[in-house]
């Protein structure tokens, strides 16, 4: 048969002979002017842009199906971010050769209060930061809010702090503010304003000279040790005495254990570069968490019934502790609220009146899980464990049968 005649008699084509007519109108008929309309064109109907997410989720659907990506690709892409994440943790976190965190060395220290108008200072902190929630818990203790006002700097996309002035209240919470002294948009600005410039690292705390628009100190240890003791004809608490010269060498004590250990033990932990640096630090962290609970089982402070600055200092980790560090800082051994002293202690400290208006929980983990790229590259933050929200930490925690007397007028402030 040929090809034509098997497209004739093929059953899925048919010819169709048709008949045109020609229909003549009326003499007397008028053609109807016919309506011009515009053809309607919705927004709608074009189609959406693709993210950048949804782009590679499709390409990666068409290469590879359902199936992995090709070994050679994901040791590639493991090797590059390895690359990366060591380049950026070198910034971040410097580290010495056996990748142990070396935290950089303050630059301002040793402020002479004899030489400073207490009028003219100025505070410079951040929320998530625990050296800077040192100096505003001994702010708030010595009743220095007026006298030295505070900006508090929030973490930016790029690792410096910056200033973004909060319209939304968080009760008594303390919140991000605009620079209320400098009108300057980072703390880095701040910085470059003095005399001569800075190139350094631009950390938090520091407080500055208004008046002679210079660094006063950026060491969070120097500076709640001049909040202590060396503003008291401001103070509107200048009797409360966090460092009293009888318990100086119990609490020089106490920092040697709870600085290295555990203010930066935490760091040392998240921040390690290799597996040894990392199990060193844990088993330092929690070495040194031990100890501190079993002291706390029979003592209501580190020093007996007096808070002391060994305790604003280490109150300030232990805060963030199961929020933050058990987490994404991998010290997952034990939690603070599996230590029954120390989470008790954690409480006690915690409703010490002014205390937990410096304690925004929120921003805290914002500050971590939200900026700290490196560590946490999907940027999203986990619930906050109920054993550490404002609720729990306001519950009764009977610390107070541990005090000689009932009360101690140490912590009535």
Same mark, same amino acid.
């Given at each position: 048969?040929?090809?034509?005649?098997?497209?004739?008699?093929?059953?899925?084509?048919?010819?169709?002979?048709?008949?045109?007519t020609t229909t003549v109108p009326p003499r007397n008929f008028?053609?109807?002017?016919?309506?011009q309309s515009t053809p309607k064109m919705s927004i709608n =109907?074009?189609?959406?842009?693709?993210? $950048?997410?949804?782009?590679?989720?499709?390409?990666?659907?068409?290469?590879?199906?359902?199936? %992995?990506? $090709? @070994?050679?690709?994901?040791?590639?892409?493991?090797?590059?971010?390895?690359?990366?994440?060591?380049?950026?943790?070198?910034?971040?976190?410097?580290?010495?050769?056996?990748?142990?965190?070396?935290?950089?060395?303050?630059?301002?220290?040793?402020?002479?209060?004899? /030489?400073?108008?207490?009028?003219? %200072?100025?505070? +410079? &902190?951040?929320l998530p930061c625990p050296w800077a929630h040192r100096t505003?818990?001994?702010?708030?203790?010595?009743?220095?809010?007026?006298?030295?006002?505070?900006?508090?700097?929030?973490?930016?996309?790029?690792?410096?702090?910056?200033?973004?002035?909060? $319209?939304?209240?968080?009760?008594?919470?303390?919140?991000?503010?605009?620079?209320?002294?400098?009108? &300057?948009?980072?703390?880095?600005?701040?910085?470059?304003?003095?005399?001569?410039?800075?190139?350094?690292?631009?950390?938090?705390?520091?407080?500055?000279?208004?008046?002679?628009?210079?660094?006063?100190?950026?060491?969070?240890?120097?500076?709640?040790?001049?909040?202590?003791?060396?503003?008291?004809?401001?103070?509107?608490?200048?009797?409360?005495?966090?460092? $009293?010269?009888?318990?100086?060498? /119990?609490?020089?004590?106490?920092?040697?254990?709870? +600085?290295?250990?555990? =203010? =930066?033990?935490?760091?040392?932990?998240?921040? &390690?570069?290799? @597996?040894?640096?990392?199990?060193?630090?844990?088993?330092?962290?929690?070495?040194?968490?031990?100890? !501190?609970?079993?002291?706390?089982?029979?003592?209501?402070?580190?020093?007996?019934?007096?808070?002391?600055? &060994?305790?604003?200092?280490?109150?300030?980790?232990?805060?963030?502790?199961?929020?933050? +560090?058990?987490?994404?800082?991998? *010290?997952?051994?034990?939690?603070?609220?599996?230590?029954?002293?120390?989470?008790?202690?954690?409480?006690?400290?915690? /409703?010490?009146?002014? !205390?937990?208006?410096? *304690?925004?929980?929120?921003?805290?983990?914002?500050?971590? +899980?939200?900026?700290?790229?490196?560590?946490?590259?999907?940027?999203?933050?986990?619930?906050?464990?109920?054993?550490?929200?404002?609720?729990?930490?306001? /519950?009764?925690?009977?610390?107070?049968?541990?005090?000689?007397?009932? @009360?101690? !007028?140490?912590?009535?402030?």
């Amino acid at each position: 048969m040929s090809t034509a005649t098997s497209l004739l008699t093929s059953p899925l084509i048919i010819f169709r002979s048709t008949t045109i007519t020609t229909t003549v109108p009326p003499r007397n008929f008028k053609p109807r002017k016919l309506r011009q309309s515009t053809p309607k064109m919705s927004i709608n =109907n074009s189609p959406p842009t693709p993210n $950048p997410t949804q782009l590679i989720t499709s390409i990666t659907k068409l290469l590879w199906g359902k199936s %992995l990506p $090709p @070994q050679l690709l994901i040791s590639t892409v493991r090797s590059a971010w390895s690359t990366a994440w060591h380049l950026m943790m070198s910034q971040l976190a410097p580290s010495d050769p056996s990748g142990s965190y070396t935290r950089p060395v303050s630059q301002f220290r040793n402020p002479n209060h004899h /030489q400073l108008q207490p009028n003219a %200072l100025h505070l +410079y &902190a951040a929320l998530p930061c625990p050296w800077a929630h040192r100096t505003l818990i001994v702010r708030a203790l010595k009743g220095l809010q007026d006298a030295i006002p505070v900006s508090i700097a929030s973490p930016g996309l790029d690792g410096s702090w910056v200033f973004n002035d909060s $319209p939304i209240p968080n009760g008594d919470k303390l919140i991000p503010t605009r620079d209320k002294v400098n009108g &300057a948009k980072t703390v880095r600005e701040v910085y470059k304003m003095r005399r001569g410039g800075y190139d350094g690292r631009c950390t938090v705390p520091m407080l500055w000279d208004v008046e002679k628009k210079e660094v006063v100190c950026n060491e969070s240890y120097d500076i709640i040790e001049l909040l202590n003791s060396g503003l008291n004809e401001v103070a509107r608490n200048p009797d409360l005495d966090l460092s $009293p010269p009888e318990l100086k060498k /119990q609490i020089d004590e106490w920092n040697k254990i709870i +600085y290295p250990s555990i =203010n =930066n033990g935490v760091y040392r932990c998240g921040f &390690a570069q290799s @597996q040894e640096a990392y199990d060193t630090a844990v088993n330092e962290l929690f070495n040194a968490l031990n100890t !501190v609970d079993d002291h706390l089982k029979g003592s209501r402070f580190l020093c007996g019934d007096n808070l002391t600055l &060994a305790d604003v200092c280490l109150f300030t980790t232990l805060i963030r502790f199961d929020l933050v +560090y058990n987490v994404m800082f991998k *010290c997952t051994k034990k939690k603070v609220v599996e230590y029954p002293s120390l989470h008790g202690y954690m409480q006690d400290i915690y /409703q010490i009146p002014g !205390v937990a208006e410096t *304690c925004n929980l929120e921003a805290m983990m914002d500050g971590y +899980y939200k900026f700290l790229f490196p560590l946490n590259p999907g940027n999203i933050r986990p619930i906050m464990p109920s054993n550490s929200d404002h609720h729990s930490l306001s /519950q009764t925690h009977n610390r107070e049968s541990l005090s000689a007397s009932s @009360q101690s !007028v140490q912590v009535l402030v």
